[in-house]
């Protein structure tokens, strides 16, 4: 079929991590055979009132792609307009590609603003409209955005809506006249890259891993004062590989701690899959998640994972795979210390966890929908 996939979430050369779940979701559906073609709009800070640029290419999935780039003094007022967004997608579409490629399905992505665009060319270009969302924050939108009433015509008018968990589907099922039109079709991780590789078990050393954006709802402290009561008790010595940059780290940074903590900045995927081959354990402590790509690249790679029992991550983590714990030091400590007492059969963590999210099973889920709803009533 052929797909024009929208977004306004997308990965560029200064932020390169910036929607990657989206990108990789795009090369599934690119993967299982079919035409897709990709609008992504990245609105940020400039110092100019107003300035747009386009670039064309391939990507390395084989997508072709249009990133349309707008820097202005007023960007943040540009992203909340859904009118402004709609008119850059309905005139972007118009006059590049309407007269070469009418698509059989638009699939847009987070349901502000992008998603009200979407429904907007879906109902002008009378093709069905397929939403996917990853927004946290759609039940507050719901709730206080005076324009809210966009969002939700977007989401009744949808053929479908896919979520990447059942968390966020229960989140956003009270605000949809027909939640059985809810799909869950999770995030994909390279299993070529985070694949597993046996692991060596050190005499002396415990090696954990952390990746994220250390910033709210980020909870690393946590972890971290659970870490360093543990070393005191512990004959091995403790070494925290944290892969990310954000405000959070200079407090880590000025804390006085008993263990090794290697700060490791921003990585390649390849880098970050190397960290966790390595690795004992990865810890991942939030007070929400809707998915957690980094959680299931860990388990990809056969790294049990010890991590908050809220949002999502349960429907990822469960007993043969690692803990779960509620976010006080104490808890923290508890799993750690129960994780350790575990023998977990990394190789099956990695078959299990990397075929389920694999870009190919991704990819058939997305057709499945597609081909359910391909025609417009």
């Not at 963590?349 to 058939?364: C, L, P, Q, T, V």
Request: charged fraction near 20%.
């Amino acid at each position: 079929m052929k797909i024009l996939f929208l977004s306004c979430w997308y990965p560029t050369a200064e932020n390169p991590l910036k929607g990657i779940f989206i990108k990789n979701h795009a090369a599934a559906i690119k993967s299982a055979g079919h035409d897709i073609r990709i609008i992504a709009f990245d609105i940020t800070t400039g110092e100019q009132m107003f300035k747009k640029q386009t670039h064309f290419f391939t990507d390395e999935h084989g997508v072709e792609t249009h990133l349309i780039t707008i820097k202005s003094i007023f960007y943040k007022w540009l992203y909340i307009n859904p009118f402004f967004i709609r008119k850059q997608f309905l005139n972007y579409y118009a006059s590049s590609l309407y007269n070469s490629f009418k698509p059989d399905i638009i699939h847009s992505n987070i349901l502000y603003p992008c998603s009200i665009a979407g429904d907007f060319l879906s109902q002008k270009y009378k093709v069905p409209h397929i939403i996917t969302e990853h927004w946290s924050k759609v039940d507050k939108y719901m709730r206080r955005n005076l324009l809210s009433h966009l969002g939700k015509n977007a989401y009744d008018n949808a053929a479908a809506i896919t979520v990447v968990s059942n968390f966020l589907k229960q989140y956003i099922k009270k605000h949809i006249i027909s939640p059985e039109k809810i799909h869950i079709v999770p995030n994909t991780v390279d299993n070529v890259c985070f694949s597993y590789k046996e692991k060596t078990l050190h005499s002396d050393k415990l090696i954990f891993s952390a990746i994220a954006h250390w910033k709210e709802p980020k909870k690393p402290e946590l972890f971290i004062a659970a870490l360093n009561a543990i070393q005191n008790q512990c004959s091995k010595i403790i070494i925290l590989n944290m892969i990310g940059d954000g405000e959070k780290l200079e407090y880590i940074k000025k804390m006085k701690l008993n263990f090794t903590i290697n700060y490791l900045g921003n990585s390649t995927k390849q880098k970050v899959a190397v960290t966790l081959q390595k690795s004992d354990f990865f810890l991942h402590a939030s007070s929400i998640e809707t998915f957690s790509l980094v959680t299931a690249e860990a388990l990809a790679t056969g790294t049990p994972v010890i991590c908050s029992n809220v949002g999502a991550l349960p429907e990822l983590v469960n007993e043969t795979s690692g803990v779960l714990t509620e976010n006080t030091i104490e808890a923290w400590e508890n799993a750690i210390k129960k994780a350790l007492k575990n023998k977990f059969d990394y190789k099956s963590i990695s078959a299990n966890y990397g075929e389920k999210f694999k870009s190919e099973s991704i990819g058939n889920l997305y057709s499945g929908i597609y081909y359910k709803n391909g025609v417009m009533e």
